[in-house]
């Protein structure tokens, strides 16, 4: 019998075997055999019950994770000899490593021929990758000197405990005390990050402005949110003397996109989350495509099955996310008034969300003077270097072509009430598509005009779907 790469000899109890015992567990497994000479000559060992306990206590306090449920020791009779045998499995928590020296070359072993060698960082990162596979939260972190600064704020922000009792419930710690990679994620030190851009036009042909976000997870939600409800601009429609405010993007749709991107994202992947703003869409991409077992009709219809279940219940301790599997719900819900919805696309690897800007179609300053029955001169407000803002008077008219006559209006909304008033008088159905043609507005704006009326009990809506219209009440 000779030492190989499943085999290895000690003649007497060793401090060091445990660099073996690791390098078996890290590797194809093995068998370590004290009272054995290195040319294979027995000389047995004293004391054999004494040495199968060292042995264990030793696995016990030195490695992490718990190798001792992959090992088994047992005495022999070898030639009349005592022979102590510890017998070691590969594990699947790898990479197993000493505690003394962490997950780093020094601390992890692997077997190399008839030899324990120190294991390079390379192969340190895929032994990670190839435990967490699907659960990479659940994996041990390869940094261990972890910081929780800005995670502890947010927890505290809320009210919600943070100490060594809760690392542990929430699984930032492991049994063993290290930090598994869901402690990476919420640390200082979290290697991820979010990329945003801002674009000109539709088209990623001229940069605007560009973001990088880094440290804990729960700090680049907020600093994307930021940075997002900054460029989620709001236009207003004055009618009468209500004003409507209609922002961009509702706000919902771009809260659970964002979370959806950090939820579900696959962390075992080093490409960073990509956030781009157009004009007339903001695209959402996460790598990591659909979990295994679940297609795309199944998220649309509200099925979830989170990638990252650990994280999302940080986010759902802290109040971030209310249920698991309402996001995509909720972003359709946002736009439940709009004509314009969410775009949702998945390939292997990757997934896109697409909210549509629903005021992208500009509205003009004034339609009142497009119109071949009407004319009108209106105010523009601009501002003028060094002096402010300039305002020119305004009025508003109707022109009747038979008379020659013209009615002034006190407001653009006086005006367009007018319009419609006659629209309605003239057809015995309205669409939403007659009202966006007659005041050369958005699709979006159109809706809204109609919903007011609706409220009013000014019009009656007729018939469901596309075939909708509206009736005026008399």
């Known amino acids: 019998m000779n030492e190989d790469m499943h085999t290895e000899f000690k003649r007497e109890y060793i401090e060091d075997f445990k660099n073996t015992a690791v390098a078996f567990a890290n590797t194809d497994g093995g068998e370590l055999f004290f009272g054995i000479q290195n040319d294979g000559s027995v000389c047995g060992v004293q004391n054999p019950d004494d040495v199968m306990t060292r042995i264990m206590n030793a696995l016990r306090d030195s490695v992490h994770p718990d190798i001792t449920i992959l090992t088994k020791s047992e005495l022999l009779s070898i030639e009349n000899k005592s022979v102590v045998r510890l017998t070691v499995q590969k594990g699947s928590a790898r990479p197993y490593y000493l505690a003394s020296k962490g997950i780093k070359p020094s601390g992890v072993f692997v077997r190399q021929g008839a030899s324990s060698v120190p294991a ?6 895929q032994m990670i990758q190839e435990s967490a596979k699907d659960t990479y939260e659940s994996g041990i972190s390869p940094e261990q000197n972890l910081t929780f600064v800005q995670c502890a704020s947010h927890f505290a922000s809320r009210e919600v405990e943070f100490g060594d009792a809760q690392k542990k419930s929430l699984g930032l710690k492991m049994a063993d005390g290290a930090f598994s ?11 991820h990050i979010i990329k945003v851009a801002v674009f000109q036009g539709s088209s990623k042909t001229v940069f605007k402005d560009r973001k990088e976000y880094s440290g804990s997870v729960l700090k680049q939600l907020e600093e994307a949110f930021a940075f997002l409800d900054m460029y989620n601009h709001t236009h207003a429609e004055v009618h009468g003397l209500e004003r409507i405010d209609t922002p961009d993007y509702p706000g919902d749709a771009i809260r659970e996109s964002l979370l959806n991107l950090l939820v579900h994202r696959d962390y075992a992947m080093l490409s960073p989350a990509l956030i781009s703003i157009f004009d007339d869409r903001i695209e959402f991409v996460s790598v990591g495509g659909l979990v295994p077992g679940i297609s795309y009709d199944d998220i649309m219809l509200g099925i979830s099955v989170t990638r990252n279940p650990k994280l ?3 986010f759902y301790r802290l109040r971030l996310i209310e249920a698991y599997g309402t996001g995509i719900l909720k972003m359709n819900e946002g736009y439940a008034e709009y004509p314009v919805k ?5 390939s292997s690897h990757a997934f896109k969300v697409t909210l549509p800007n629903v ?11 497009r119109l071949p029955r009407y004319r009108a001169s209106y105010s523009i407000h601009e501002p ?3 002096y402010g803002t300039a305002r020119r008077e305004v009025s508003y008219g109707h022109a009747n072509p038979a008379e020659g006559a013209v009615y002034g209006f006190a407001s653009p909304g006086e005006y367009r009430a007018q319009l419609l008033k006659e629209l309605f008088s003239s057809q015995r159905s309205v669409s939403r598509r007659d009202v966006e043609l007659l005041l050369k507005t958005s699709q979006a704006n159109a809706v809204l005009i109609l919903r007011r009326l609706l409220e009013e009990g000014k019009i009656a809506k007729v018939g469901n779907g596309k075939n909708v219209r509206y009736v005026l009440v008399e």
């Open 120 to 125: 390079s960082e390379n192969a340190i990162f």
């Open 181 to 191: 990679n869901l402690a990476l994620l919420l640390s200082d030190q979290c290697p």
């Open 312 to 314: 999302a219940n940080v």
């Open 342 to 346: 969410p775009k949702i696309e998945v």
């Open 359 to 369: 005021n992208f179609e500009e509205r003009p300053l004034a339609v009142y003077d």
């Open 384 to 386: 003028q270097p060094r």
